[in-house]
């Protein structure tokens, strides 16, 4: 028989086992935050909301933290700040991430490096839209046809956006570069004051999201003339892209999961399993496709590389512009 002693200090050692146990269990139970630097109800959002779903059984309560503003920055910054234990995580897009560093005078974070990333959730076309009308009076058909006009015509075009530095702009101003033309650049406060400009013939062409032009695509309103990734979208198979014509280019809206930096590479792992595991879920797709959205997973290397190389794309296309926000 053991000493009282003895028994005193097993007694204490299992009691002390079994607060640790409880605490790690505890811990394991607390809810993920996954912070939308966009407001509720948007595309970002709505696949934000599909996923927290998708990984509840393989991460627990996933709660998502809606933080707009600053074109998205408040949230990343929440993001980039927040505690490195896994229970923070957040979306990183194009805008955050690889515009508006280079776009906002002053940046509360460092895009380069203050996140850990996690995966790529999602690839969304951009696509060169023109009025139905005004493409069938110039007779322009195709990007060729627009090319050749411009350089027939210079001065005469002009391009809607959703506002200096939005992502409309950025490819408008691409696209004139690499096809050697000219063409007036009219900024909107927003996407959808852009398309109705668009609409109602003020504007010749614009550089929509996909997911916005594609109604009006298919009631015959809007004519699509190009997509603006590598590859055709599998939602407009037959429009070609830009890069058939102009070699190279290649820009759409992107988002994904990054974690704070710092945050240890076995926690970042977990979540990457589980998310790509979701992203890969043929009910992910199917939901996705309805927003036009293409699920794309990736290793957290894989999407660290390619934010980088966003980054210092877009340094060269925002210098370009002149765009600048204070």
Same mark, same amino acid.
């Given at each position: 028989?053991?000493?009282?002693?003895?028994?005193?200090?097993?007694?204490?050692?299992?009691?002390?086992?079994?607060?640790?146990?409880?605490?790690?269990? *505890?811990?394991?139970?607390?809810?993920?935050?996954?912070?939308?630097?966009?407001?509720?109800?948007?595309?970002?959002?709505?696949?934000?909301?599909?996923?927290?779903?998708?990984?509840?059984?393989?991460?627990?309560?996933?709660?998502?933290?809606?933080?707009?503003?600053?074109?998205?920055?408040?949230?990343?910054?929440? !993001?980039?700040?927040?505690?490195?234990?896994?229970?923070?995580?957040?979306?990183?897009?194009?805008?955050?991430?690889?515009?508006?560093?280079?776009?906002?005078?002053?940046?509360?974070?460092?895009?380069?490096?203050?996140?850990?990333?996690?995966?790529?959730?999602?690839?969304?076309?951009?696509?060169?839209?023109?009025?139905?009308?005004?493409?069938?009076?110039?007779?322009?058909?195709?990007?060729?046809?627009?090319?050749?006009?411009?350089?027939?015509?210079?001065?005469?075009?002009?391009?809607?956006?959703?506002?200096?530095?939005?992502?409309?702009?950025?490819?408008?101003?691409?696209?004139?570069?690499?096809?050697?033309?000219?063409?007036?650049?009219?900024?909107?406060?927003?996407?959808?004051?852009?398309?109705?400009?668009?609409? *109602?013939?003020?504007?010749?062409?614009?550089?929509?999201?996909?997911?916005?032009?594609?109604?009006?695509?298919?009631?015959?309103?809007?004519?699509?003339?190009?997509?603006?990734?590598?590859?055709? *979208?599998?939602?407009?198979?037959?429009?070609?892209?830009?890069?058939?014509?102009?070699?190279?280019?290649?820009?759409?809206?992107?988002?994904?999961?990054?974690?704070?930096?710092?945050?240890?590479?076995?926690?970042?792992?977990?979540?990457?399993?589980?998310?790509?595991?979701?992203?890969? *879920?043929?009910?992910?797709?199917?939901?996705?496709?309805?927003?036009?959205?293409?699920?794309?997973?990736?290793?957290?290397?894989?999407?660290?590389?390619?934010?980088?190389?966003?980054?210092?794309?877009?340094?060269?296309? !925002?210098?370009?512009?002149?765009?600048?926000?204070?």
């Amino acid at each position: 028989m053991p000493s009282m002693k003895a028994r005193h200090f097993l007694l204490t050692l299992l009691s002390t086992a079994a607060l640790l146990a409880a605490g790690t269990a *505890s811990a394991q139970q607390r809810p993920i935050r996954l912070i939308v630097p966009y407001a509720a109800g948007g595309p970002i959002d709505v696949t934000a909301r599909v996923l927290a779903e998708r990984v509840k059984d393989s991460l627990g309560t996933v709660i998502i933290d809606n933080k707009p503003g600053a074109g998205g920055n408040i949230g990343a910054d929440a !993001v980039a700040k927040a505690a490195p234990d896994g229970l923070t995580i957040g979306i990183a897009a194009t805008a955050t991430n690889a515009v508006n560093p280079w776009l906002y005078a002053k940046m509360p974070f460092n895009a380069a490096t203050d996140f850990a990333p996690v995966t790529q959730m999602v690839r969304v076309p951009n696509v060169l839209v023109m009025n139905a009308d005004t493409a069938q009076r110039l007779k322009i058909n195709t990007l060729a046809d627009l090319i050749a006009y411009g350089k027939a015509n210079p001065g005469k075009l002009n391009y809607g956006s959703g506002g200096n530095g939005s992502a409309g702009h950025l490819a408008g101003e691409m696209f004139k570069k690499d096809a050697g033309i000219f063409a007036v650049h009219i900024p909107y406060n927003g996407g959808n004051p852009a398309q109705l400009a668009l609409l *109602s013939g003020q504007v010749d062409f614009n550089f929509d999201n996909l997911a916005t032009a594609a109604p009006n695509i298919r009631s015959g309103k809007l004519k699509a003339i190009a997509v603006t990734t590598a590859q055709r *979208s599998s939602a407009l198979p037959e429009v070609p892209t830009v890069a058939a014509t102009l070699k190279g280019f290649s820009i759409d809206t992107w988002w994904g999961l990054v974690a704070p930096a710092g945050t240890p590479p076995e926690v970042v792992a977990k979540l990457n399993h589980a998310f790509v595991a979701a992203l890969d *879920s043929p009910d992910t797709k199917t939901r996705f496709a309805t927003l036009l959205a293409e699920p794309v997973a990736s290793t957290p290397d894989q999407f660290g590389a390619f934010m980088k190389s966003e980054l210092a794309k877009y340094e060269k296309v !925002v210098k370009a512009t002149g765009a600048k926000v204070d």
